[in-house]
């Protein structure tokens, strides 16, 4: 058995032209080890150092030094609009869910709890399936500390969802 093209580093930008691609949903780029098939069939195993966030448009190394260009794939998710979007973007975050922010929507994933809210809110939420590239975490790029705590993840941070006094969003 050939062994699989291994990548064991990632990058947040190419280097190189790229000798391959991967679609991958916003969970899927939540890894550390796990075999990938590329869209034009090829296998790679992917085994970085530690879990790392991939984001659209970052690559993989091989190593032989080729470049597997990562992008988001379409994926089903919930698209917000509103007359006073910035209010509804604030009850988002206060909630630290992964937000797409976009001039005249919000893109989150699909989550009855918050559509309620956001419905009664006086946001129009309606479903959409698209690629899913929501911003950030406050310290730079990465992922917020929001996500989905149902799926199984390696967390290499402590956090605390108590929602006491002491956020100073909470006031």
């Known amino acids: 058995m050939t062994a699989l093209p291994t990548a064991r580093a990632y990058h947040g930008h190419a280097h190189a032209p790229s000798a391959g691609q991967v679609a991958l949903t916003y969970e899927d780029r939540f890894l550390r080890r796990k075999t990938l098939r590329l869209e034009d069939g090829t296998r790679i195993l992917v085994d970085l ?7 659209h448009g970052g690559v993989l190394v091989l190593t032989d030094g080729r470049e597997i260009t990562v992008t988001a794939a379409p994926e089903p998710l919930l698209q917000v609009t509103a007359p006073d979007l910035t209010r509804i973007a604030w009850h988002v975050g206060n909630r630290h869910t992964p937000c797409q922010i976009e001039s005249a929507r919000l893109l989150i994933q699909p989550d009855h709890v918050i559509k309620e809210m956001l419905t009664l809110l006086g946001a129009t939420v309606t479903e959409v399936c698209e690629p899913f590239t929501p911003e950030g975490g406050a310290y730079g790029h990465g992922r917020t500390h929001g996500h989905d705590h149902s799926h199984p993840h390696a967390h290499d941070h402590a956090h605390d969802h108590s929602h006491g006094h002491d ?5």
């Open 167 to 171: 956020h100073p969003h909470e006031h």
């Open 49 to 55: 150092p530690k879990t790392t966030s991939l984001d």
